[in-house]
């Protein structure tokens, strides 16, 4: 047996049952769902965000640029209330999100359930104080908090419908009211249970229970960020992906709480002025790592344009338009790429190596460090200059790592195009000979 025959029997035995069963992991889904559903809200809070720091220096001479400069000083406080009533406040969004949705995944109620986890995740997060609610916990610091808090009160409503632990209404009572007291139980629950963890954490570390989860998980944090953790998380994607999986809808529900972290935290840093500390985000994956799509294929798509091969050149011209927005799928399976042995190895390489590229641009100070979310489906030179701050050395880098995605490509891409024409010639062969004994 080859090596590459054991790779791909390994990956379909014993890698592909265990990714499936998380890509429809109940959890898992609600999660990435949640995010999902915040997701406009922080596009439009990380928009801006741009508006306010404008992507000029302090000294600039340029017309525009002095005034967007001047205009932003001057109205730095109006211009910042919608972002902090979006990102500012995200968790809030996500939290009431993974709940919605993971309740309407057991059939319960999922506006209550949404509302619980609300009330809940701002028990903890911001307790009023002088008649007035703190927001430092209710951003990308409280993230994982929302995730734990969602969870835990739906599993709550759950718990208690399965064990009949409510109150019993008669039948003539409104359903809107039956509905409403259906959480006067589950309220009680968590002011007995999840109120005095905050209160004893805020009493033991005079800290939020959100900072102190968010100090548990800065070591997991910071290890995400490393170039190590992008091509493990590239590699995971990569491989699943090529056993026919959605490798990119299971890594980026995994590493989504991560990257809006790490988004919030660049974001604080830019508004005070301070040094970003962070690289890997969803922009950073989207437009620096897997351009046009996983694997890379962007560069691909454009040998496929000029490919003597009449398949290929279909599949290019099929492609292009929706590998513009980082939609793959034509390309993919058009091909096809999974399960593919000729593309094996271009397909992990490719973004491996973009990966290994563009974070040494960032970590050199090449190009700036993300500080928006930016829509997936953007093109790669837009959204990697738009996720920057409007650098447009981003672009450029873009436009470098799409040529570098083509000449690794390439090799391999005249392999399969020889393969296709030899198979080509021989159907058309066939085709003659079947029309000369008919004749």
């Not at 970003?276 to 962007?298: D, K, L, N, R, Y």
């Not at 799409?402 to 080509?424: C, G, H, M, T």
Request: hydrophobic share 55%; glycine share 6%.
């Amino acid at each position: 047996m080859s090596i590459s025959q054991a790779a791909f029997n390994f990956i379909e035995n014993r890698i592909s049952p265990i990714a499936g069963r998380l890509s429809t992991q109940r959890h898992i889904m609600a999660i990435r769902d949640g995010f999902i559903s915040a997701m406009p809200f922080m596009i439009v809070g990380s928009f801006l965000l741009v508006f306010a720091y404008p992507p000029f220096s302090t000294d600039s001479s340029w017309g525009i640029a002095r005034w967007w400069l001047g205009a932003a000083e001057k109205h730095q406080v109006a211009i910042l209330t919608p972002f902090n009533m979006t990102m500012g406040i995200m968790s809030i969004y996500i939290t009431a999100a993974i709940a919605y949705n993971l309740a309407q995944s057991y059939k319960l109620d999922p506006f209550m359930a949404a509302m619980l986890a609300l009330m809940s995740f701002l028990l903890v997060a911001a307790p009023q104080t002088e008649k007035m609610l703190p927001t430092a916990a209710l951003g990308g610091v409280g993230i994982f908090t929302a995730i734990l808090v969602a969870v835990y009160t739906t599993e709550l409503i759950r718990f208690l419908k399965l064990h009949n632990i409510g109150i019993s209404l008669p039948e003539q009572v409104p359903a809107k009211i039956k509905q409403s007291f259906d959480l006067l139980i589950p309220i009680l629950a968590v002011v007995i249970t999840l109120y005095p963890l905050s209160l004893l954490v805020q009493h033991q570390f005079n800290l939020l229970l959100p900072q102190a989860i968010m100090a548990l998980f800065q070591p997991l944090i910071s290890a995400a960020d490393s170039l190590p953790a992008i091509l493990l998380a590239v590699l995971i994607g990569h491989l699943l992906w090529f056993a026919g999986i959605h490798g990119a809808v299971i890594v980026s529900g995994m590493l989504q709480a991560f990257w809006l972290t790490n988004l919030g935290i660049n974001q604080d840093a830019l508004a005070v002025g301070h040094p970003m500390p962070h690289i890997f985000m969803e922009a950073f994956w989207t437009f620096f790592i897997v351009i046009g799509g996983s694997g890379a294929t962007f560069g691909l798509v454009l040998l496929y344009l000029r490919s003597r091969s009449a398949h290929l050149r279909s599949i290019g011209k099929l492609s292009l338009v929706p590998s513009c927005f980082n939609i793959n799928e034509p390309v993919i399976f058009g091909t096809p790429i999974v399960m593919n042995p000729t593309f094996f190895i271009p397909f992990i390489t490719a973004p491996i190596v973009n990966s290994i590229i563009a974070y040494s641009a960032v970590k050199l100070d090449l190009i700036g460090r993300v500080i928006s979310v930016v829509p997936w489906t953007a093109p790669a030179p837009i959204g990697a200059a738009w996720a920057t701050g409007w650098d447009f050395r981003a672009a450029l880098l873009v436009l470098l790592l799409a040529a570098v995605s083509a000449l690794i490509y390439y090799p391999f891409f005249k392999v399969y195009e020889q393969q296709l024409l030899d198979q080509e010639v021989s159907e058309a062969d066939q085709i003659e000979q079947t029309q000369g004994v008919t004749e």
